[in-house]
Structures are given as C-alpha cells and as structure tokens.
Nanobody, 130 residues
Framework: QLQLVESGGGLVQPGGSLRLSCAAS????????IGWFRQAPGQEREAISC????????YYTNAVKGRFTISSDNLKSTVYLEMNSLKPEDSANYYC???????????????????????WGQGTQVTVSS
C-alpha cells in the first residue's frame, strides 16, 4: 500500500517561505502524477499544484502561480512544494496525493482531477500569521 507523509508545515509570517515535502514509501515515483492540495476550515478542498514525473509537466492554479514551485526527487521518492510570499489566505492543511500515470493519460487531465486520486497523505498544517 502506497503511503504518503507530508512535512514542513508550520507557522510563518506573511511574506515568508516554507518548503513542504511529500515522501512516498514503498514506491519509486516513476511515471506518477503527484499533486498538492489544501483545505482551510469551512472551505472546500483546493488543488493548487501538480507535477508529472513522466514528462516534467507542472501545473499551478492562479492562486499560487508565481509564488509556489513544485519539484520532484524521484530517487528520494519525494515531491516538494516551495512556498514563497506567503499570505494569510494560504493558511490551510496541505495534502499531497499521488497516482500512477498511464501512457494514454495526459498530465494536464490528471492534474485537473487531482482530488480524485486514491492515495492521499495525512497533511501538514501551514499557518501564515503575523
């Protein structure tokens, strides 16, 4: 069973930075799509970023584009989310999700359906506050 563990969250001041990690156990992240999503209290789950380890495709929502950067280290089976210029509205529990990418599946289509992925992590809390 694939397991994901998120880490790197914490309390940061507005304008600060954090790097989140999503570590996968029992699998090498080869030809997978891995995404990050977040959920704040009272709000719906929001997919924010995605990467394909097959072709390097990356995706960002407008809310984080230009501020967040997703990357992968396949040898470490870890995906990172570098979060810069953090805003209070970025405060949420951040989750990662992963799913194998089949040859016929486009990276964009999978990233747009990130919330349907079967394997989720437990989340790491990010709080942006002065």
């Amino acid at each position: 069973q694939l397991q994901l563990v998120e880490s790197g969250g914490g309390l940061v001041q507005p304008g600060g930075s954090l790097r989140l990690s999503c570590a996968a156990s029992g699998v090498t992240l080869d030809q997978y799509v891995i995404g990050w999503f977040r959920q704040a209290p009272g709000q719906e789950r929001e997919a924010i970023s995605c990467i394909s380890t097959r072709d390097g495709y990356t995706y960002y929502t407008n809310a984080v584009k230009g501020r967040f950067t997703i990357s992968s280290d396949n040898l470490k089976s870890t995906v990172y989310l570098e979060m810069n210029s953090l805003k209070p509205e970025d405060s949420a529990n951040y989750y990662c999700a992963v799913e194998p990418q089949r040859p016929h599946q486009s990276s964009l289509a999978m990233c747009l359906s990130l919330v349907t992925f079967d394997s989720w992590g437990q989340g790491t809390q990010v709080t942006v506050s002065s």
